[in-house]
């Protein structure tokens, strides 16, 4: 019975052993299913992280292709513009010097005014000259009409005495 009893307490030892190990285990059991659960949640979150940063490098590649879209768009505006500016800058050009051709026609015009408007002035100045001597010619014509006209008037008188004479004789 001693021994009995010996054993009995030894097989409480090992179950209360047991029971300390099996509680223990359970205890680790426990921790190890806390750190998976915690495990999974980063896996979870690491995987999130990776997805969003895979969204991110798509999103910076679409963001660079469409930069470089609009870098070729840009650069195709700029020769356009470069091309329309040089013609711009041509036809200035040729309007200044249709401008300073306008300008040096306008001065010539001017003196040709200028001169016409002399040249007017001295044409005015000959026609009264002129007019003043037709004056003095009307008036140099009349005065030998009137002497025309005594002379005639004289000499018919004159005739008429010799037509007499004659006829006297």
């Known amino acids: 019975v001693a021994e ?12 209360s052993l047991l029971t300390a190990s099996l509680e223990e285990s359970q205890h680790n059991l426990k921790q190890v299913e ?3 659960a915690t495990q999974k949640r980063l896996v979870l979150t690491v995987g999130k992280a990776a997805q969003a940063r895979k969204m ?15 870098k070729i768009r840009l650069v195709a505006d700029a020769a356009h513009l470069e091309t329309s500016l040089s013609q711009q800058t041509s036809i200035v050009t040729k309007l200044g010097e ?3 051709g306008s300008k040096a026609d306008v001065i010539d015009l001017r003196q040709q005014m200028g ?6 002035q ?3 100045e000959l026609v009264a000259e002129l007019e003043a001597q037709l004056e003095k010619q009307a008036a140099r014509a009349a005065a030998l009409q009137a002497q025309l006209v005594e ?9 008429d005495r010799y037509l007499e004479g004659v ?3």
């Open 4 to 15: 009995v009893e010996g054993l009995l307490r030894g097989a409480a030892e090992g179950t």
């Open 34 to 36: 806390a750190a998976l």
């Open 56 to 70: 991110r490098e798509e999103e910076k590649t679409l963001l660079l292709k469409d930069a470089a879209e609009e």
């Open 98 to 100: 249709m401008v300073t």
């Open 115 to 120: 001169a016409a408007v002399l040249e007017g």
């Open 122 to 124: 001295r044409s005015s």
């Open 151 to 159: 002379v005639e008037v004289v000499g018919a008188g004159k005739g």
């Open 167 to 169: 006829a006297k004789t």
